[in-house]
């Protein structure tokens, strides 16, 4: 009798670890190795020595990436300002940028276009890029598949990974040497900050809450200030981390992630000044603030690798 | 509703987690309720910097454990491997030692102290080896409270320590020591580890000797892909026995039906499902002894609501640095570092000091881990991980405490090395509060999990079969929570025995038999 050698698949980021899973389940005999700490790339969940969960990557998933993990689906996904948007989208057509595309698809009602400008942001496209209108009728078309896993993203690596041992696969994690990624090319990069506070933390009825900006002028004139490396008060997104704090154990603390675009020469960027700041802007007390670590731009890339959106499948 | 052969309630990694990889090889259906992601919560590692890990709890003794052979844990992608360099531990006059896998090189390290107490450690070392598993057996993988393997394990230290049972059990740590060693140095040096967060008050007579040559059996060793690697490795070995995990889902509430425990009933995280999952033939409870208490009803078993732990506790600073801690050479080789007491005076006033509120306390026996020399990683950041405690704060007033506790350890690091402040690129310092808000299980007792034992000896602990029918304990119990799996492997034993499934061709590694296959291999070569 002949044993075949297992497949070796040698992961960075979700999608292989998906195949390997796939391939495992059909019979072939796998090992999948993940030469960083931990293998899922952007669906992991972070605790960091707190009592808190923190989503590393994107805070809102495609339902397809889920599976039969338990989802939540919000009704509010977006706020700019006193502007809402909920799951529905109508269709675009997409031009080279966001704004060409929201021309382009008729799209005049300034809500509509700030919140969409918004959205962009939030799923980590740039609006000014060339390919960033392709990018904003993608997102637009997905509004109603975007989920939140309740115990975090982490619960589908970790249900991939259960898939691939339980059909007798092998996954090996954190034995390979470090390597950087190559660096991040550009002006425009987005940091994550994540925030453990007493309390209740920032008020928010929407999934993501928008600071720093309240039209889509004022978000644009933003990114250019950033893009010549100018920071002033904090851009980005409050993401509320509720449906991951909610256990009866861990009593009045909540924790949220920002997101944000800052510049990507990290030199002229005083961290700890930007950190005070986000606190101030979403109105967080520093003295309640338990956890706070900020991942600059390349950081966050380092850790997660690859480009920073949803869209990676 | 789902029915298990067993339904275990928390995947903590000393207890709950290897239980059902044994029982779930030994043929029983078995379910892990975890209210994590990952089962292990406190066992996992992280990156606060890319390329610079570090784990929950920085150390990894499961190189100790039958699990690693029993369940086969290296096909699962757990490697371990022995340090070049165990520990270090310095004074503030200047003096330090290195203690080293190779005891010949620890005796030259004392010997520079006193050349007779470095032969005396050297011959204990070697007398105690010989007695380790059996040693380990007696002592730690035994479901006690177990007299007859208490009288055994006190018998062997007594051999090893060359005095009486009688002496023995009449002599606290210090009083041991005094009478093994003349150094005032190397009287300190060993005391520093088992001072700082192990398993026995070395105060109390009997028990303070005893765990003071206990705690030599602790032998560290590295885990390549972080210590979070044995939590996968056990993960995947449950997994690969089709065994049920269920991340994400909290405890209502444990069963108890006709007198007997029958199963609980829980809630995936992010919903408000109630579902009851009902276990045939056990439950094990790793959530500790007052919230087992809670969701068992005071009723069943009483005792449970006034059983507290010994008031023992620590904090944590990580720090990123730019460059690693401005160490002594020597000593800069170790990864952990234990800055600890000027004078054998200093160290037993202390130990006594410890068991008061004092503040000082914390500022007395010091761990340093420096991650890069367990985790090679980024080139230019360098992971630090400070520990200290001990005293019974059990209270509120942590998040107030945090700030001027950080600042103080702050200074005494700068003392260390004057560059301190220009070379940190990021600090965060977990309390003892932080640590009882992430583990249910840890409330008021020790952050590395479970209940901690400082006053509470072997036979004052929780029995694993608890007088409830069909429920036993994997916390709360003997030994407590350290990585090397003992209460996990003793709650397995007794389930498996009461349900006929013990007899397992697989089943049979001894203590310790990791380090003992090292050195065969190595004698052969």
Not at chain 1, 284 to 290: G, K, L, P, Q
Not at chain 2, 36 to 39: L, R, S
Not at chain 2, 355 to 359: I, K, M
Not at chain 2, 501 to 506: A, L, Y
């Given at each position: 009798m002949s044993v075949d050698a297992p497949l070796e698949i040698v992961g960075r980021g979700h999608q292989g670890l998906r195949r390997a899973a796939d391939l495992a389940k059909s019979g072939t005999p796998v090992v999948y190795r993940e030469?960083?700490?931990?293998?899922?790339g952007r669906l992991i969940t972070e605790s960091f020595l707190t009592p808190f969960r923190f989503n590393?990557?994107?805070a809102l998933v495609h339902r397809r990436l889920a599976g039969a993990v338990p989802v939540i689906e919000p009704d509010l996904l977006v706020a700019v300002a006193a502007w809402r948007l909920g799951r529905d989208a109508r269709p675009l057509s997409a031009a080279e940028t966001v704004a060409a595309t929201l021309d382009a698809s008729e799209v005049d009602d300034p809500e509509t276009r700030a919140v969409l400008t918004a959205l962009a942001l939030l799923l980590g496209?740039?609006?000014?890029?060339?390919w960033s209108g392709a990018g904003i009728v993608q997102g637009a078309a997905d509004l109603a598949d975007l989920v939140l896993v309740g115990g975090g993203n982490g619960s589908i690596p970790a249900a991939w990974i259960d898939e691939i041992v339980a059909a007798g696969g092998t996954v090996i994690e954190g034995l390979s040497p470090w390597q950087p990624e190559p660096p991040l090319e550009g002006s425009l990069g987005t940091c994550r900050l994540f925030v453990g506070v007493r309390g209740a933390g920032p008020s928010l009825d929407a999934f993501a809450t928008a600071y720093g900006f309240s039209d889509e002028s004022s978000l644009l004139e933003g990114l250019s200030e950033l893009r010549h490396g100018r920071v002033g008060s904090p851009l980005g997104f409050v993401l509320s981390n509720a449906h991951l704090d909610s256990?009866?154990?861990?009593?009045?603390i909540t924790s949220f992630v920002w997101q944000g675009p800052v510049?990507?020469?990290?030199?002229?960027?005083s961290r700890y000044a930007y950190i005070e700041d986000v606190l101030a802007a979403v109105g967080?007390?520093?003295?309640?603030?338990?956890f706070r670590l900020l991942w600059l731009p390349a950081e966050t890339r380092e850790i997660l690798g690859g480009t920073p959106s949803y869209l990676d499948s | 509703m789902t029915e298990y052969d067993v339904l275990v309630l928390g995947g903590g990694l000393s207890g709950g987690l290897p239980a059902a990889a044994y029982l779930q090889k030994a043929g029983a259906r078995v379910a892990i309720v975890e209210q994590?992601?990952?089962?292990g919560r406190f066992y996992l590692s992280y990156e606060l910097?890319?390329?610079?890990r570090f784990d929950?709890?920085?150390?990894?003794?499961?190189?100790?454990?039958?699990a690693i052979g029993d369940l086969d844990l290296e096909s699962h992608g757990y490697a371990l491997a022995p340090p070049p360099v165990t520990l270090a531990a310095m004074d503030g006059r200047g003096n330090s030692a290195v203690f080293y896998p190779d005891m010949a090189r620890t005796c030259a390290e004392l010997a520079r102290y006193s050349p007779a107490d470095a032969d005396t450690f050297g011959a204990l070392l070697g007398r105690l080896f010989a007695q380790a598993p059996a040693l380990l057996k007696a002592a730690f993988?035994?479901?006690?409270?177990d007299a007859a393997a208490y009288s055994e394990a006190v018998q062997m230290t007594a051999e090893v320590l060359q005095m009486t049972e009688a002496d023995l059990l009449r002599t606290t740590g210090p009083e041991l020591l005094e009478s093994l060693f003349e150094s005032d140095e190397v009287r300190r040096f060993v005391t520093a580890l088992p001072a700082?967060?192990?398993?026995?008050?070395?105060?109390?007579?009997?028990q303070g000797a005893l765990a003071w040559a206990w705690s030599l059996m602790l032998r560290a060793a590295v885990a390549p892909g972080g210590n979070q690697s044995l939590v996968k490795a056990l993960e995947r070995s449950f997994v690969a026995s089709e065994g049920t995990l269920l991340r994400n889902t909290v405890v209502h509430d444990i069963l108890v039906e006709g007198g007997r425990c029958v199963g609980a009933t829980v809630t995936p995280f992010g919903t408000t499902d109630v579902v009851t999952l009902r276990a045939r033939g056990a439950v094990i409870s790793n959530l500790g002894a007052p919230l087992t208490g809670r969701l068992l009803g005071?009723?069943?078993?009483?005792?449970l609501s006034g059983w507290k732990s010994d008031n023992r506790v620590l904090t944590v600073q990580d720090l990123v640095l730019?460059?690693?801690?401005?160490?002594p050479e020597d000593v800069a080789a170790a990864p952990r570092v234990y800055l600890v007491w000027d004078s054998w005076d200093e160290c037993v006033n202390w130990l006594a000091q410890s068991?008061?509120?004092?503040?000082e306390t914390y500022f007395g026996d010091i761990e340093l881990t420096q991650f890069h020399r367990i985790y090679p990683g980024a080139p230019n950041r360098f992971g630090l991980r400070v520990r200290y405690g001990t005293g019974?704060?059990?209270?509120?007033?942590w998040d107030a405490r945090k700030g001027p506790f950080a600042e103080r350890m702050r200074g005494i690091l700068g003392a260390l090395d004057p560059e301190l402040d220009a070379i940190v690129e990021y600090e965060h310092t977990a309390s003892p509060l932080d640590f009882w808000r992430s583990n249910p299980a840890a409330t008021h007792g020790n952050p590395i999990g479970g209940d901690f034992v400082g006053g509470q000896w072997i036979e004052d602990r929780l029995p694993y079969?608890?007088?409830?029918?069909q429920l036993y304990l994997?916390?709360?119990?003997?030994?407590?929570?350290?990585?090397?799996?003992a209460a996990g492997y003793n709650v397995a034993c007794v389930v498996a025995e009461d349900l006929g499934?013990?007899?397992?061709?697989?089943w049979h590694h001894q203590p310790g038999s990791w380090f003992a296959a090292r050195a065969a291999a190595a004698e052969s070569a």
């Open positions: 030469p960083g700490l931990r293998a899922g590393l990557g994107p496209i740039d609006p000014d890029a060339p256990t009866p154990t861990t009593g009045a510049p990507s020469r990290d030199g002229a960027f967080v007390d520093e003295r309640d603030v338990i | 994590g992601v990952d089962a910097y890319p390329g610079v929950h709890s920085p150390v990894n003794f499961s190189g100790l454990s039958p993988y035994t479901p006690h409270p700082l967060n192990l398993f026995g008050d070395l105060l109390q007579p009997g005071s009723h069943a078993w009483p005792a730019r460059r690693p801690l401005d160490l068991r008061t509120d004092s503040a019974p704060y059990i209270d509120d007033a079969r608890s007088p409830v029918p994997s916390n709360a119990v003997w030994p407590p929570a350290l990585s090397w799996l499934i013990r007899e397992q061709p697989w």
